[in-house]
């Protein structure tokens, strides 16, 4: 069971008077800037849960405090107010000792820049941890190895940092901190400074590896794309306040403020909203049983062009067209399964960005859940809407849009 | 009417703070000059032993292992230079002199290290600390190097004492600033670094900062080093031996060839040893381990 963390009313107030400004903040709430001047707040008032193996992501501008909520997570940076929980131990009333123990065995972090050491090879930057966690130099130097190969850097062991390119030096980074064998990793604007394409790559090599490992990641980011594409959960802030937390569909379809949709506008939906979010409900479908008059009759009642058919367990087997349906029934056919074609089936969580590919022809792509049984429609102009305005995009049963 | 001649005639009150400045010196004298004097008798043997180290071997042999240091660390062009150099000495008869000289900045240079180091180290940790170090190391710079003498005579005497004491005091403040300047310039994100894996401020000293800042702290190193030649030859006005008596007693006897010689014999050790410890700077942990890495 990997850890968990809990933060609850954290604030962070840079500047002299910064106990002062918390008080002030804590009895009147309100603006950041009228607290006490001199001051500065960086974190206000934030709280959140990070669960046990999913990757928290948050997203905020620069200044927006994310990178000092960060610091305060492993105790880099002292919170001005407020607790940080791991698991169920209060970090913040930890000692100078007892918080390197915990980082020690609990926590690592990987950094914006890299940060890693120029003066040691590739190998002993990623058995830092090891090392500091005071480990026989054979076992760090295997563990450090394997993390190596994880990642990919099988061969560049005894390379300096400096030789290496900047994605090849951030994978050392994950290494030192992967070899470390912590539960949690916290990662700070970790591909920020890596070019678009290499930056993708490290994306998926970060998802492929949590797959295997499963950590507890806090990641950092203030690309809004990187969010929705990494974070099981994201929170946006905004002057050092959390505005909104929610997995990428929810923030993408229901922006808690102008802020955030502001925000997401320029996000790639169709990477990030998925069949279930677009599909509309089945009300089109009839049982494998029934007579090609009455697939006609649901077309006619539900004004669309096609109706899908389903056997006994719910599941989709087929669709009927109108003009296949109307063929059927003068030849006299009982069922529709002489009328029906083969029908593609999609996944619920599927991005958009795939369905395109997938809605070959005029018929709608039927939608099924992970036990195969149909939960939806998507039309292909269901589809386009859906890279559109964000009102258009959920839960539109629109037969207007059947043709 | 009657006040405003009141007013221009008025000036600030003579400040004794020379006399204050005597008593201390005075008062420290009594009560402590067995201590200065053990001090100094100290430092005498330990130059002494030094340059008696230097010389122990024939003159040619001490000339080879000196272009032999040079070859080593910088090449051989600054091997030939040392070569040549370092007879020239000898064809001065300054060879002997420059020896003690020597030992007397390594001397002075290594107690300068010594102290100069853990005290940059102690104002780049802490701001409080730093504000203090900063106005007495532009103290020490700042006052005129004969001015070390006096205080450094009355408590050490004449000879080898005074002369390392003020050389030490003369030469550190470069040494403490250069390596809190080289401990404070290493990335903040490197020194987070150690701290996400849980190392103690020690540790993140020592294994990181330290050697991050070593180019830095060696040009620190580098700069004891050439103040405190300045200083020892300086100090031959207070009958420290070496190239500063043999200088001193040329300036008083108005002797301009003598002179000459002294003051060329001066530069020789000079380049030497500003090129020497400056290789020594190129020697950083990153460097070393560039070489490391070039060979496997």
């Known amino acids: 069971m990997v850890s968990s963390i809990q933060v609850e009313d954290l604030y962070k107030v840079f500047g002299r008077r910064a106990d002062e400004a918390v008080s002030v903040l804590l009895r009147e709430g309100g603006s950041v800037d009228a607290a006490v001047p001199g001051t500065t707040a960086a974190v206000v008032d934030v709280s959140f849960d990070v669960r046990s193996g999913e990757i928290f992501v948050v997203m905020g501008l620069s200044g927006s405090g994310k990178s000092t909520l960060l610091r305060m997570l492993n105790g880099i940076l002292p919170v001005t107010h407020g607790r940080v929980y791991l698991d169920d131990v209060e970090l913040t009333a930890m000692s100078a000792r007892q918080i390197r123990d915990m980082r020690k065995r609990h926590m690592s972090m990987v950094f914006q820049h890299f940060a890693l050491f120029p003066h040691r090879t590739v190998l002993q930057n990623a058995a830092y941890g090891l090392q500091v966690q005071g480990k026989s130099k054979q076992e760090r130097l295997e563990r450090a190895q394997e993390s190596l190969s994880l990642v990919g850097l099988d061969g560049w062991e005894n ?8 994605g090849m030096q951030q994978r050392v980074g994950l290494a030192r901190a992967l070899a470390a ?9 970790a591909f920020s400074a890596l ?5 993708r790559e490290m994306q998926d090599q970060l998802l492929t590896l949590q ?3 499963g950590k507890t990641i806090v990641f950092i980011t203030h690309d809004l794309n990187e969010a929705m594409r990494l974070g099981d959960r994201i929170a946006v802030m905004r002057r050092g306040r959390i505005v909104q937390i929610g997995t990428a569909e929810a923030i993408l379809t229901a922006p808690a403020d ?3 949709s502001e925000f997401v506008r320029d996000v790639d939906r169709a990477r990030v909203l998925t069949a279930r979010s677009v599909m509309d409900k089945p009300l089109h479908a009839v049982p494998s049983s029934a007579s090609p008059e009455e697939a006609l009759r649901m077309m006619h009642h539900q004004h669309v062009p096609t109706v899908l058919v389903v056997d006994e367990k719910g599941a989709p087997v087929g669709a009927v067209r109108e003009p296949d349906a109307t063929e059927s029934v003068r030849q006299g056919h009982s069922t529709v399964a002489a009328a029906q074609r083969p029908v593609t089936r999609v996944q619920g969580d599927t991005a958009v960005s795939e369905l395109f590919s997938a809605a070959s022809g005029p018929a709608p792509l039927a939608v099924v859940d992970e036990r195969g049984v149909l939960i939806g429609v998507v039309h292909q102009s269901a589809l386009l809407a859906a890279l559109g305005e964000v009102e258009h995009a959920p839960d539109r049963a629109g037969p207007e849009e059947g043709r | 009417m009657r006040a405003v001649p009141a007013v221009t005639d008025w ?3 003579r400040i004794p703070l020379g006399e204050r400045f005597s008593e201390l010196v005075g008062w420290l004298q009594d009560n402590l000059g067995e201590f200065f004097d053990a001090i100094s008798e100290g430092l005498d043997s330990a130059v002494t032993s030094l340059a008696g180290l230097l010389t122990w071997a024939p003159t040619w042999v001490m000339i080879l292992v000196f272009a032999l240091l040079a070859l080593w660390l910088r090449g051989w062009k ?16 300054s060879f002997g002199s420059a020896m003690q000289t020597l030992s007397l900045v390594l001397l002075a240079g290594v107690v300068a290290v010594i102290v100069a180091v853990p005290l940059g180290v102690l104002g780049a940790r802490s701001d409080t600390a730093s504000r203090v170090i900063k106005p007495v190391m532009d103290f020490l710079q700042t006052v005129p190097q004969f001015i070390y003498l006096i205080p450094a005579v009355i408590f050490f005497g004449i000879g080898v004492g005074p002369g390392v004491v003020a050389t030490v005091m003369f030469a550190l403040a470069p040494g403490v600033r250069l390596t809190e300047l080289g401990i404070r310039q290493v990335d903040r994100e490197m020194v987070e670094a150690g701290e996400a894996f849980g190392s103690s401020p020690a540790r993140i000293l020592t294994g990181i900062q330290i050697p991050l800042a070593m180019p830095s702290i060696m040009a620190g190193v580098n700069q004891i080093i050439m103040l405190s030649l300045s200083m020892v030859v300086i100090a031959g006005m207070v009958g420290t031996p070496g190239l500063g008596a043999d200088v001193f007693e040329a300036t008083t006897r108005l002797q301009l060839g003598a002179g000459f010689e002294y003051g060329v014999s001066v530069v020789i050790l000079a380049i030497y040893l500003d090129r020497i410890t400056a290789s020594l700077s190129a020697k950083s942990a990153v460097s070393r381990a560039r070489r490391l890495a070039g060979a496997a």
Not at chain 1, 181 to 188: A, E, S, W
Not at chain 1, 195 to 199: E, F, G, S, T
Not at chain 2, 79 to 92: K, N, Q, Y
């Open chain 1, 159 to 166: 390379r300096l940092p400096e030789q290496l390119s900047g």
């Open chain 1, 181 to 189: 064998d912590t539960d949690v990793l916290l990662m700070d604007e």
């Open chain 1, 195 to 199: 070019d678009p394409l290499i930056r």
């Open chain 1, 211 to 213: 797959q295997q490992l």
């Open chain 1, 258 to 260: 102008d802020y955030v």
């Open chain 2, 11 to 13: 000036e600030v009150p």
């Open chain 2, 78 to 93: 600054f091997g030939l230079a040392a070569l040549v150099g370092f007879a020239l000495l000898d064809g001065l008869d």
